[in-house]
């Protein structure tokens, strides 16, 4: 500062000086003072223009080209700019920042909109687009109430009472594939609110599955616990001769029996389900898989049919099987022992296994008992599931016999198929992938 005034003085001390030379009248001081005055305005013109220099750099923004000003306004320029590079490193900075924020919300699972005071959409991430079918551009400032029209939502936004959520349908929703949006609005800054969505689709079925099985485990066990305690009332209450209380009591151990399997049956689902997958280096010679399962179904046509059926193993080439023997043989014995329960007596039974071209092998196990209509086939393996109740409680079954052979065959990687011609029979396999599969060392 003390430099700029001494120049600005200086200055006008050569324009009075010089003023005062050339002056042609016998004043001299007036040609001092009009040099005085033409060397102000002078300093006065360089120094606005250079002002106007500064200024239009400034209006123009470009941080990189600042003009060359000595001085005064070379300075004010030079911290201008450092102040102007500050400004844009922390600008880049946060946008960077909500670049990545951004990217971390597009990312999650969940669905997230941001809405303004009235309800529009600020923003909303693809989860949030899929669940409720908006186009993350075209939408944007529309207001959520116009999107989002079912009627409990509406009722909850109305309520401002936001503590709980709201489940409701999906726009993409139909009565075969279901989809339910648990959905969550929570209120934020000066009226804004953030809305949350959750797909829980899977959740909502899985809490039904629970629920079913729950009930139908309670109802198969009501039936012989009823059944049970109508005897042992009988038995106390009325003067049975014995045969009679000979037979009620085999009826009882019948329903006792039926209990059991129950029980064993819902014991090798839970460990199924809990226990870790089957070995890929233990492994099992199939023919003496075969051997047991064979003795297992002979006895129990011996039980059940008279005369008992016509039933063969044959095993194409010595095998070993990788994974759970335990497993393989009650998911093998399961397909069986249908076959012996379901066919009439004196029918046929073939329990078939083969190599495939393709290194694969398929257990299978055909039989000419009733067969089942189409419409069953894609429900057989759910759990409790039953083509002809009457005659599955008549046969024994727990109705978990075929859950447990297609957990299995998962397990080991391997498929069931079910082929059946209603009153000709029906063919169950399971197909083993090749990785599971090693010619037996002679
Ligand atoms: P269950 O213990 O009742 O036999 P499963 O899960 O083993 O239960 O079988 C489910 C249903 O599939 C059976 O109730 C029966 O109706 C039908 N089913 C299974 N195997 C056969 C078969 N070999 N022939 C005819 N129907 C069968």
Redesign the pocket.
């Known amino acids: 500062m003390f430099w700029r005034l001494l120049r600005f003085f200086l200055l006008q001390a050569a324009g009075a000086a010089l003023g005062y030379g050339l002056w042609p009248l016998e004043l001299p001081w007036q040609g001092a003072v009009l040099g005085s005055v033409l060397a102000g305005t002078v300093w006065a013109l360089i120094d606005l223009r250079r002002g106007m220099r500064l200024l239009h750099w400034l209006r123009q923004g470009e941080v990189a080209q600042l003009p060359e000003l000595p001085g005064l306004w070379g300075e004010a320029g030079t911290r201008a700019r450092t102040l102007l590079r500050e400004r844009d490193q922390q600008l880049a900075n946060s946008e960077t920042r909500l670049a990545e924020f951004l990217s971390a919300i597009q990312t999650s699972p969940n669905g997230v909109v941001l809405l303004d005071a009235q309800g529009r959409i600020e923003w909303c991430n693809r989860t949030a687009a899929e669940h409720f079918g908006f186009d993350p551009q075209r939408d944007l400032g529309q207001h959520i109430g116009n999107l989002l029209r079912d009627p409990d939502f509406a009722a909850y936004q109305a309520a401002h009472d936001y503590s709980h959520a709201v489940v409701i349908p999906g726009p993409r929703s139909t009565v075969s594939r279901p989809v339910r949006l648990s959905v969550d609005l929570h209120a934020h800054g000066d009226g804004r609110r953030l809305l949350l969505s959750r797909d829980v689709t899977a959740l909502e079925q899985a809490e039904t599955m629970r629920r079913d099985f729950v009930a139908n485990v309670s109802h198969e066990i009501r039936t012989p616990l009823t059944v049970l305690g109508g005897f042992v009332e009988t038995l106390q209450t009325l003067p049975l001769k014995p045969q009679e209380q000979q037979r009620y009591l085999a009826l009882m151990a019948q329903q006792a029996q039926r209990m059991h399997l129950l029980v064993s049956d819902l014991l090798t689902l839970s460990r199924l389900e809990g226990s870790p997958p089957p070995p890929l280096e233990e492994w099992h010679a199939v023919r003496e898989l075969l051997d047991d399962c064979e003795r297992e179904a002979r006895a129990l046509s011996e039980l059940v049919a008279v005369p008992a059926h016509e039933i063969e193993f044959r095993c194409d080439r010595a095998t070993e099987l990788a994974g759970a023997s335990s497993e393989l043989l009650s998911a093998m014995s ?2 069986v022992s ?2 012996v ?3 009439p007596a004196g029918g046929r039974i073939d329990v078939l296994w083969r190599t495939l071209a393709d290194g694969q092998a398929e257990f299978s ?1 055909q ?1 000419t ?4 209509a189409p419409e ?1 086939l894609p429900r ?2 759910e759990r409790f ?4 109740r009457s ?2 409680r008549e ?1 024994g ?7 447990i ?1 297609k957990h299995v065959a998962q397990r080991h990687g391997a498929e069931l198929k079910i082929e ?1 011609t209603p009153g000709r ?2 063919r ?1 396999a399971i197909r083993f992938p090749a990785v599971r599969l090693r010619p037996t060392a002679t």
């Open positions: 399961n397909l249908n076959a329960r379901y066919t196990v039989d008992g009733p067969g089942i069953h057989l393996t599931y039953r083509v002809d005659r599955a046969t079954g727990t109705g978990l016999g075929l859950a052979v059946s029979g029906s169950f």
